[in-house]
């Protein structure tokens, strides 16, 4: 087994001193097996607060109709779709995470990809409530879907793009669900290991009769991989789907070929700065600073530039295309985006989803914590005006100027877009509370300490090249994570 | 370091016995155990058959008892005795007429739900207007009182008829006067019946008064020609057509008949011909007619008159004093241009005012007569009668009253308390007087000043006539029991008269055979069948104005002096509200005005560089006084062509007591109509101040250009002359498509339609015969200003500005002037904005008709998402109510934004209480169209109801559908025939006539939607035929 080439210029992706097996489970169960602390507390009662608002902007709206928000006749979608279209959005970096990190084998995931994916499975669910909450009869809405019937055999329109976002969504949702209950059973198990009484009882059942044995293992993995495989198109896919609703139309500023590789990126884009803005509180707050690393942080930072600078071409693109088409309609769409009626939007996109994401270009502020964090919302707010932009904008003045129109929103509006960000981070507290938010086994598979204890006894005992040392040790400087005072004795 | 060393991991493995080497093939060691549990054993479960019969049996007992629930229960109760001629689900059509109108009232089980023209009417309405189609709807009215009141407690009539008889003979006995005030009466039958009245109470004046007047043409005519009569005007006959102010397209006279002899010399068959009238349009407000007029000219109330002199000079040759227009270059240059034009025309021509001035109408008479209107355009020997009031009267008998000499006072069909121009003087006159009835159906701004409210029938309940042309007759008769304790007021009339007939269907029968139907040759079963009968007409004479006119000139100057010296209101009639009677007619206050568009309220418009030398913003609420001192707040409408200084408000609004739908809607502008010089005066000055509030109107459209689009297509009739399909944009022959998608087959029918946008002129009768046909509901107010009104076909309205040629400063004559570019003056964004003061007062008026285009690849039909849209193999574009679920991405995706959201359930919502949330009203409903529930996405559904109805006729005869056998509500309403409908698939079809025109484009073919509804070119008569 000797004469293996082995990399040392990797950081290590789990950070601190004496991390064993057993400090990784305990830390990240701590947040699950203890009581919630302060900010906790705090933070779930706000959500709570939020998602109240949302069951009562929801069931406004269901008792009196759609028209308690600020639609009319010209703007048939406004806060609605976009709200939609950004919770699936936003989903799609927990996708990438969990999929097709995996499938690159690229381990540093196995930090974050957990909490991405409760991520994606909360958004798609704040996703779907708009798709049920947005009809004018929410109580028909199981008609969208191919169900037998005795309408005299009645069947959806295929034809629809709503009706391909009906099997996005649904085929998203569960595979997404499927995926990360998959990767939650051996920490379930974990944790009814160490519990007891009640608690134990019930993570019993949700683990599945897991007992880590090395067939249960083997099969875990191989899941895990067909999943992975599954989910991997579903990046592509959904968010293509969303966005051939608009892109299937005849509306100037809809009818566009590019929508769907610029939704893609848009999604994954907004997806990672979501993941951020969640994880850099959640890492302070749980403790959990060895596990999500400065590296982890980085990197995300890395895939924001790049699919904010694919995104800053496409609205770019689109601008030049419009002119290019000699078509007066879709030229006026986009001189109407930017200097129309809506064109503080228009520009708020352009400045938080490409403007200011360039400043991540400078290592000082993409390894600046408070700086990512501010960036990564600037995002969020970036893409919910790029979805308003391209819905609103669009229909409120089309073909026909008579029927121009403005859209004002509503009280009910507004609530039901704060309250569905409060319905999402209910769902992620209480998932902080009763699951682990790092997979723990995924984490152990990248611990290095013993491997690096080991490397220290093969040098303190002489076994290695002296040349190959000196790089070594000085390959770990640049990491101030590993103690080195041990190096430097020799 | 290789290691050695071997495990096992037990005996077996050590022995290597052939059982291991057996299993140790196998990945596992035991196999999954699939087989198991696919075999019988494994089905055999805990859960035997009995248990399971068990279960069923008590989910089918629970399912029952659930079901057992009272379903709602609707109580429907069968004829006992079926009336012959009531089938139901098949309608009756009874002939009435409803002013002078005549018309067919469409019944079904008994109650009338639907006015249509009576196609007997011939050349006297070959529609019907807005008001008419909407009259049904009061029939309806929950604000009208349910029995006479007397003394404000509802009692029964022989108390009423106690009452008054025993006052009228006080009254008559005491000899002081007795006054039966209405508004112009022309029904035979009713005049008898007055003259009868008079005749048992010899005391008694008849007094007929107008809100809105017409006695400055009728003193006029008695001046000029010894004639008190407002004459017959043959707008068919006029190929030059100059009016000063008056809206005779839309409110003056009598609009609806106008309209079709306007359009019979510029539609569609008009200019196959070659021939399209001209039309110039002098005036302050930007009127329905304004807009359709080839030359617009603003100018200022105060220089109408001097326009008119300036007209006569340049006509006559006189040097009559003030006939120069200092302030106002391109009216000056206009008018000369229209003189020549005139005297070019001569006894082709037609000049009107709307003035109500004695002094102008003379004036304009004099050039009339000197363009020889007179026995061609003008028929003073059939005169109309719609209108016979005589201000002067009216005012004579407020003096009366204010002097108590009046001790009786019976008002009919009119209500003063509100509308008179010195209501405060009515009133207080009034409340001397002892007896005091009203004939009103509802307890309104006169009714509740009376101590007897004789609650008279609605039109569709009661008997009558009417005779709005010399010689032209048409009937009124019931189509419905009274539903309220009411009486016809001529029947009332009659019992305290004690005539010796008091039934008055008898009395209007015995009046026609006993006048009018010996001369006739008809007898009484004809005139219920046919419902209106023509004499054969006199003929017109040619009448000369020979009269000086030194004494009218310094009137009319004095007349414009007084108005100069502030800013000049002209109070006018508004299309859909008119004088106010049909306040409380939710679907007339929905009706958005032709021109501003707005609806539910009134406004003040003035022009846009006017308003900001004010320094007024759209929509700011200014304060309006008057110099007597009445002062009202509006919000300011910025109003494109109104000339500069003036301000128009519209009548009929701020009424409050007409019931639930119209009070507190407007202002009331009535007070700041004036009594002078013998007339009632529409004209005053008044001053504006800013009040810091503001009010945003319940417009329908609030984007007035359209953009350079080529939705518009228009030319001129010079251009036309060359190439017919000059600006359809298939000048240069048809444009090659091609499809990604199948062609639908269309074996039997292939209903379409065309519309004529020469022929359309804007006034919206269309929108309110849809909206009763279709059961559309009314949003209010508050919804319309939030863009949701529902109408399923609605008049879309652009202004567009007139290019100037080369820097020529002669705005207004361009028009007349040379070549227009009316094809390129379009507007582009931002530009109505910069627009100059010249460019703005010269505006171009467009009225499309959009509605459903039926689209043969509709982009509404591809995403909805469960086929609640879907195409039929008759090329209509269905919408299925009952599976729409409400995504409303089908509108997002309309490109003509003709599909309407039921945002609320607006039948049962208490807040939009307009009309239809009570079991009464709701009785117009027109049963053969369903009501849609809230959340369901509803437009356009080209009348199917119609259709199929037509279908099944056409069956049930034996016989192939005839051409004009289903006609759509909007076509038969439109007076202007703007509007085809029919079956694409025949060619001989008057539709697929129209389709063939030169001049049928259809708007945004260029996206490919294949629409079914072509549009023929706007074609505008601005060049002029004379050498300038």
Known sequence: MSGHNESILREPLITGQDITYAKITDDILMPVENKPNRAWWIGFILSLCGATLWVVAVGYTFWFGIGAWGLNKTVGWAWDITGFVWWVGIGHAGTLISAVLLLFRQNWRNSINRSAEAMTIFAVICAATYVVSHMGRPWLAYWVLPLPNQFGSLWVNFNSPLVWDMFAISTYFSVSLLFWYTGLLPDIATIRDRATGVRRKIYSIFSFGWNGNVKTWQRFEAVSLILAGISTPLVLSVHTIVSMDFATSVIPGWHTTIFPPYFVAGAIFSGFAMVLTLLLVARKVLGLENYITMFHIESMNKIIILTGSIVGVAYLTEFFIAWYSGSEYEQYAFINRSTGPYWWAYWMMMTCNVISPQLLWFKKIRTNIPATWILSIVVNIGMWFERFVIIVTSLHRDYIPSSWAMFYPTWVDVSVFVGSIGVFFTLFLLFLRVLPSIAIAEVKMILKSASEKAKLEQIKEGHLDKEQVAEYVESLEKFDSVKQEEYAKI | ?1028
């Open chain 2, 1 to 1028: 370091m290789e290691s050695n060393k071997k495990y096992w991991k037990g005996l077996e493995e050590y022995k290597n016995t052939p059982d291991f080497v057996e299993n140790n093939k196998n990945e596992f060691a035991e196999p999954l155990p699939i087989e198991d549990v696919l075999n019988e054993a494994g089905l055999s479960t805990v859960t035997p058959r009995r248990d399971f019969l068990k279960a069923l049996g008590f989910g089918l007992g629970a399912v029952t008892l659930a079901a057992c629930q009272t379903a709602p229960l609707h109580k429907s109760i069968p004829y006992v005795i079926k009336p012959e001629e009531v089938v139901p689900g098949i309608p009756n059509y009874y002939v009435s007429s409803f002013n002078g109108q005549s018309v067919l009232v469409k019944t079904r089980e008994g109650r009338p739900i639907k006015i249509e023209p009576n196609p007997n009417a011939g050349v006297f309405n070959s529609g019907t207007d807005a008001q008419t189609q909407a009259s049904v709807l009061d029939l309806y009215d929950v604000s009208k009182l349910k029995s006479p009141v007397l003394d404000k407690a509802e009692v029964n009539w022989s108390k009423v008829d106690e009452f008054v008889k025993g006052e009228l003979n006080k009254a008559q006995a005491s000899g002081k006067k007795i006054r039966v005030i209405s508004s112009s009466v022309n029904s035979p039958s009713s005049k008898a019946v007055i003259a009868d009245f008079i005749t048992a109470y010899p005391n008694t004046k008849h007094v007929q008064y107008d809100a809105v007047s017409y006695t400055g043409i009728i003193k006029a005519n008695e001046n000029s020609f010894g004639k008190a009569v407002v004459p017959k005007y043959n707008f068919d006959k006029a190929d030059l057509i100059v009016s000063f102010g008056a809206d005779f397209l839309g409110t003056w006279i009598s609009g609806e008949e106008f309209t079709a002899q306007y359009v019979s010399n510029r539609d569609a068959k008009s200019l196959k011909a070659g021939k399209m009238s001209r039309h110039f349009q002098f005036e302050a407000g930007m009127s329905l007619t304004g807009t359709n007029a080839d030359t617009r000219v603003p100018v200022k109330l105060s220089e109408e008159g001097p326009a008119l002199i300036t007209l006569y000079n340049a006509i006559t040759g006189n040097t009559l004093a003030g006939g120069t227009l200092p302030n106002n270059v391109t009216a000056d240059k206009a008018l000369k241009l229209v003189a020549k034009e005139l005297l070019q025309n001569k006894g082709k021509a037609l000049v009107v005012s709307g003035s109500n001035d004695v002094s102008t109408q003379i004036l304009v008479n004099a050039i009339n007569s000197a363009i020889g209107s007179y026995g061609t355009t003008i028929d003073l020997d059939n005169p109309c009668k719609r209108y016979a009031g005589n201000d002067a009267e009216f005012a004579e008998f407020i003096n009366e009253m204010n002097r108590g000499e009046v001790a009786a006072v019976f008002i009919l069909d009119s209500n003063p308390g509100y509308d008179a121009p010195n209501a405060k003087a009515f009133a207080d006159g009034l409340a001397k007087v002892g007896l005091r009835v009203s004939f009103s159906d509802r307890k309104d701004e006169t009714a509740s000043l009376c101590n007897v409210i004789a609650i008279n029938h609605n039109y569709l309940e009661s008997w009558g006539d009417a005779n709005a042309y010399e010689g032209y007759y048409s009937i009124v008769q019931p189509t419905i029991n009274p539903v309220f304790n009411s009486r016809q007021a001529e029947e009332s009339l009659l019992i305290w008269s004690d005539a010796p007939v008091k039934e008055y269907y008898q009395y209007v029968r015995n009046n026609w055979e006993k006048t009018i139907l010996p001369a006739l040759g008809k007898t009484w079963k004809d005139v219920l069948q046919t419902g209106v009968f023509a004499a054969t007409a006199k003929p017109a004479g040619a009448y000369t104005f020979g009269l000086s006119l030194t004494a009218v000139i310094p009137s009319i100057l004095n007349n414009s002096k007084a108005l100069a010296k502030d800013i000049e209101l002209q109070v006018y009639e508004s299309i859909p509200m008119r004088d106010g009677k049909h306040a409380n007619n939710a679907f007339l206050q929905e009706l958005p005005d032709p021109v501003s568009k707005v609806t539910w309220d009134n406004y003040i418009a003035l022009a846009p560089k006017f308003a900001e030398k004010l320094g007024f913003k759209e929509f700011d609420v200014v304060s309006v006084k008057d110099d007597r001192g009445y002062t009202i707040e509006l919000p300011v409408l910025i109003q494109p062509g109104q000339a500069q200084g003036t301000a128009s408000i519209a009548l009929g609004y701020g009424r409050t007591k007409v019931g639930k739908a119209g009070d507190g809607v407007g202002q009331n502008a009535y007070p700041f109509v004036s009594f002078t010089n013998g007339t009632t005066k529409y004209a005053t000055t008044v001053k504006l101040s800013g009040t810091g509030k503001r009010e945003e109107l319940a417009q329908t459209q609030t984007h007035h250009s359209f953009e350079g689009r080529n939705i518009i297509r228009e030319t001129t009739f010079t251009e036309y002359k060359k190439n017919p399909a000059t600006g359809s944009g298939n000048e240069h022959g048809k444009h090659k498509s091609y499809d990604l998608w199948d062609k639908y087959e269309k074996p039997g029918n292939n209903w379409v339609m065309a519309i004529d946008l020469n022929a359309c002129t804007g006034c919206g009768s269309c929108i309110v015969a849809c909206n009763v046909e279709n059961n559309i509901p009314v949003v209010g107010k508050e919804e319309v200003r939030k863009r949701r009104e529902m109408h399923w076909i609605r008049i879309d309205r652009y202004y567009s500005f007139n290019q100037e040629n080369d820097g020529h400063d002669d705005h207004a004559a361009h028009g007349a002037h040379g070549h227009s570019n009316g094809i390129n003056s379009v507007t582009k964004e931002k530009e109505i904005a910069d627009l100059t003061e010249d460019k703005m007062n010269n505006v171009s008026v467009v009225h499309q008709p959009m509605l459903c285009q039926h689209c043969d690849h509709a982009p509404c039909e591809t995403v909805c998402p469960v086929l609640a849209t879907v195409h039929s193999s008759d090329g209509l574009n269905h919408m299925a109510y009952n599976r729409c679920v409400g995504t409303r991405y089908c509108a997002n995706n309309c490109p003509y934004k003709v599909r309407r959201f039921n945002w609320f359930n607006y039948w049962n919502d208490s807040r939009f209480d307009n009309y239809l949330n009570n079991e009464f009203t709701q009785l117009v409903l027109n049963p053969d169209v369903t009501t849609r529930s809230r959340g369901v996405m509803e437009k356009c559904s080209m009348c199917i109801q119609r259709i199929q109805a037509g279908k099944l006729q056409a069956k049930i005869e034996k016989r192939p559908l005839k051409d004009g056998d289903i006609k759509m509500a909007c076509q038969q309403a439109c007076s202007a025939n703007a509007i085809i409908f029919g079956d694409g698939n025949d060619p001989n079809s008057e539709v697929s006539k129209a389709l063939r025109s030169e001049r049928i484009y259809y708007v945004l073919e260029e996206i490919n939607v294949q629409p079914g509804i072509g549009y023929m070119t706007k074609i505008r008569n601005t060049d002029t035929t004379v050498q300038a």
